[in-house]
Each structure stands twice: as structure tokens, then as C-alpha cells.
């Protein structure tokens, strides 16, 4: 999944006001921005297959350390608890740990049957939403204007910047979101890790500036 995730971002927003919205972005992609390291330094592998699924030319060969359930669990809780230890927020640090579960499932619902539950295990699982473009579409389009509708709801803009920032940012990944999908596939599987590594990260600073520009909304008596 791609655009979904964020979605998870901006609605957790609404369960916890006070932490930055970067951080959020972090939490909810964060397997997605420690694969393109795994697969740089060589620890795991994927491949421009074209065909793989309607929605992506990647075969995930293996990817134990970034995408498999109990990974997933593990950098969950380390996130969380550096969070804690940071911020000395118990509530705020287990939304961020949902929030990097929740990728894990949600990749479940889109991949094709190559998420393991542990590293080295044999099972593999993968509800395969990506075979269809128009679902995935549906699926993630939906939850990305839910998303987007709950954050709305949660903030409001404390200036100019905190309303085009927000605005900027969802063209954008809507725009890349699209491109991906029926663009031509990527020359190379380093050049999808460096995209996706500057991309990721400029995804979190970003969410963090539009979070400087807005504030919690007041909540109805
Ligand atoms: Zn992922």
C-alpha cells in the first residue's frame, strides 16, 4: 500500500493531538523507509517484474527485517519507546506503535502472498488487493479522503502556510500516487530505494512543517 498509509497518519492525529504530525508520517511508513536501507546494504532483495501485480512491477523477493509481522511488532515497540523515553507520553507512544503495526497490515491487504510473519518463516500471506488497479484505487483513494477528512477535523490552520502546506503536500502524493500507478516501471531497484528513501523522508519533514502551521481544533462542549 502507498497513499493508505498516510491516511493512518492523518487519522491518528485525531487520537493523538499533541504529537507532531511527522512524527505520525514516520510511524505509519516506517517499514517503508527502513526496506530501501535493507535493500541497499544488501539484507534483503526485490526485483522490476512488470506483471507482478496489476499495481506494481516489484516482486518482493524477501524482505524478513522490514516487512514481516514480528519485525514489524519489534520496530513498533522501539519506536514507541524511544517516543516515550523522549517525550515521557505512555498514550501518544502506543498510537505510534499501532500506527507501525498498521502498515504491516495493511501491506497484508495489498501485497500478493509474500509477507512473512517472522523472519526465516515459510509462510507467507497476502490478501493480494493489488491484483486489481480499480480496487486499490478504490481502497486507498477512500481511505486517503477519510483520512485527510479526519486530520481536517482534528486541526485547523493557525496561518496561510497551514492551509496550502496541507493542501500541497496531498496534490502531490496523489500526483506520484497516479504516476506510480500507470507510469512506466523504475530503471532500477537502486533507483527505487533512493526515491523512495528522499521521498519517504521529505513526506515526514513536510508533515512535520504543516504541523508547526496548524493546531488541535477545539474540541465541542
Ligand atoms: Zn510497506
Same mark, same amino acid.
Given at each position: 500500500?502507498?497513499? !493508505?498509509?498516510f491516511a493512518?497518519? @492523518? $487519522?491518528a492525529k485525531k487520537a493523538?493531538?499533541k504529537?507532531?504530525?511527522?512524527t505520525l508520517l514516520?510511524?505509519?511508513? /516506517? &517499514?517503508d523507509?527502513?526496506?530501501p =536501507?535493507?535493500l541497499?546494504l !544488501?539484507l534483503?532483495h526485490a *526485483?522490476i517484474?512488470? !506483471?507482478?501485480t496489476a =499495481?506494481t ?6 524482505y524478513?527485517l522490514s516487512? +514481516?509481522? /514480528?519485525?514489524?511488532?519489534?520496530w513498533?515497540?522501539?519506536?514507541? !519507546?524511544? @517516543?516515550?523515553? /523522549?517525550?515521557?507520553?505512555t498514550r *501518544? *507512544?502506543?498510537?505510534?506503535?499501532a500506527c =507501525? ?10 501485497h500478493?502472498p509474500d509477507? &512473512?510473519? @517472522?523472519?526465516?518463516?515459510h509462510? /507467507? %500471506?497476502?490478501l493480494?488487493?493489488?491484483? +486489481?488497479?480499480?480496487?486499490?484505487v478504490?481502497v486507498?483513494?477512500g481511505m486517503f479522503?477519510a483520512g485527510?477528512a479526519?486530520?481536517? +477535523?482534528?486541526t485547523? *490552520?493557525?496561518?496561510?502556510?497551514? %492551509?496550502w +502546506?496541507?493542501?500541497l503536500l496531498?496534490?502531490?502524493l %496523489?500526483?506520484i ?6 507510469? &512506466?516501471?523504475? &530503471?532500477s531497484?537502486t533507483a527505487v530505494a @533512493?526515491?523512495g528513501?528522499?521521498?519517504?523522508w521529505?513526506?515526514?519533514?513536510w508533515? $512535520? ?5 496548524r493546531v ?6
Amino acid at each position: 500500500m502507498f497513499i !493508505g498509509h498516510f491516511a493512518v497518519a @492523518y $487519522a491518528a492525529k485525531k487520537a493523538t493531538p499533541k504529537t507532531s504530525l511527522g512524527t505520525l508520517l514516520l510511524a505509519a511508513q /516506517l &517499514p517503508d523507509l527502513l526496506w530501501p =536501507v535493507f535493500l541497499l546494504l !544488501g539484507l534483503e532483495h526485490a *526485483a522490476i517484474a512488470p !506483471g507482478s501485480t496489476a =499495481v506494481t512491477p516489484l516482486a518482493f523477493t524477501d524482505y524478513p527485517l522490514s516487512h +514481516s509481522l /514480528l519485525a514489524d511488532l519489534g520496530w513498533g515497540l522501539v519506536f514507541a !519507546g524511544v @517516543y516515550a523515553l /523522549l517525550k515521557k507520553d505512555t498514550r *501518544a *507512544a502506543l498510537w505510534l506503535c499501532a500506527c =507501525v503495526i498498521s502498515h504491516w497490515v495493511l501491506d497484508a491487504i495489498s501485497h500478493r502472498p509474500d509477507m &512473512p510473519l @517472522y523472519p526465516g518463516g515459510h509462510i /507467507l %500471506v497476502g490478501l493480494g488487493l493489488w491484483n +486489481s488497479k480499480l480496487g486499490t484505487v478504490t481502497v486507498e483513494m477512500g481511505m486517503f479522503v477519510a483520512g485527510m477528512a479526519i486530520y481536517l +477535523s482534528a486541526t485547523r *490552520a493557525r496561518d496561510r502556510k497551514g %492551509v496550502w +502546506s496541507f493542501w500541497l503536500l496531498n496534490m502531490l502524493l %496523489v500526483i506520484i500516487y497516479f504516476g506510480n500507478l500507470f507510469g &512506466p516501471p523504475p &530503471p532500477s531497484m537502486t533507483a527505487v530505494a @533512493y526515491t523512495g528513501l528522499v521521498g519517504g523522508w521529505l513526506v515526514v519533514i513536510w508533515g $512535520a512543517w504543516i504541523d508547526r502551521h496548524r493546531v488541535a481544533a477545539p474540541t465541542s462542549p
